[in-house]
């Protein structure tokens, strides 16, 4: 696509419920990254994705969080037993390049804002 | 580990001044800087990217600068207009070391330009 794309854009759930996060990132993209943004606070890096494998899990907050990727295209974050405190827009983003260029320009999408009541 | 600091956190001007936005890091091992702009509601887009070995990138209105010894870049914004309202963001990305791809994000500066 022409952008990067999340869905849904708005999400408000109980807590304890489960949410899933998508992400289409650019075609072609092969690196995928998720980001967290919570109110007055920078974004908090989550996880890398280099085509469907995740070489860095480590900003993941808890095991409740885990992400997936398939056919090195789309991506999944899901949060299981959603606590007030998830509560943040999260953001997606590709480059097109693994790590190794320094050009590599993120391009992200618009997030997806979690309101966990 | 790297912490990014921006000044100021908000930023009101009258429209058509010139106005600069600062970032400082506390780490000078950097491979790469970047400025976002982030409109309320939606994600962020990248305005100017400056290698390490770089001083400074120009796009349009905007000037940005990179000191990388002292840890500072600015991003510089001439004649300023309305659209320019958004929250500014810079972020880093380490040289070296296995998690050279992720960025450290300062918490941004919010400018409005009333008119």
């Known amino acids: 696509g022409a952008g990067v794309s999340q869905s849904p854009s708005n999400k408000v759930t109980e807590k304890g419920k489960d949410v899933e996060l998508r992400c289409d990132p650019i075609s072609g993209h092969t690196a995928l990254y998720w980001y967290r943004q919570s109110l007055g606070q920078g974004l908090e890096f989550l996880i890398y994705?280099?085509?469907?494998?995740?070489?860095?899990k480590s900003g993941l907050p808890s095991d409740r969080f885990s992400a997936e990727r398939t056919g090195g295209s789309v991506s999944t974050l899901t949060i299981q037993r959603t606590q007030q405190e998830d509560s943040a827009v999260y953001l997606c983003?590709?480059?097109?390049?693994?790590?190794?260029?320094?050009?590599?320009?993120?391009?992200f999408g618009a997030g997806s804002r979690l309101t966990v009541l | 580990k790297q912490e990014v600091t921006q000044i100021p956190a908000a930023l009101s001007v009258p429209e058509g001044e010139n106005l600069v936005l600062n970032c400082s890091f506390t780490?000078?091992?950097?491979?790469?800087l970047q400025w976002f702009r982030q409109d309320p509601g939606k994600g962020l887009t990248s305005l100017l990217l400056?290698?390490?070995?770089?001083r400074e990138q120009t796009s349009g209105r905007l000037n940005a600068s990179l000191d990388k010894s002292s840890g500072r870049s600015t991003l510089y914004i001439a004649a300023s207009q309305p659209g320019d309202s958004a929250t500014y963001l810079c972020?880093?990305?380490?040289?070296?070391?296995?998690?050279?791809?992720?960025?450290?994000f300062g918490k941004g500066t919010l400018l409005t330009v009333n008119p």
């Open positions: 983003a590709s480059s097109p390049y693994g790590i190794s260029s320094g050009a590599n320009v993120l391009t």
């Open positions: 780490d000078s091992a950097i491979y790469n």
């Open positions: 400056i290698q390490s070995s770089q």
């Open positions: 972020a880093v990305r380490p040289r070296s070391g296995g998690s050279n791809y992720k960025l450290t």
């Open positions: 994705f280099q085509g469907n494998s995740a070489p860095d």
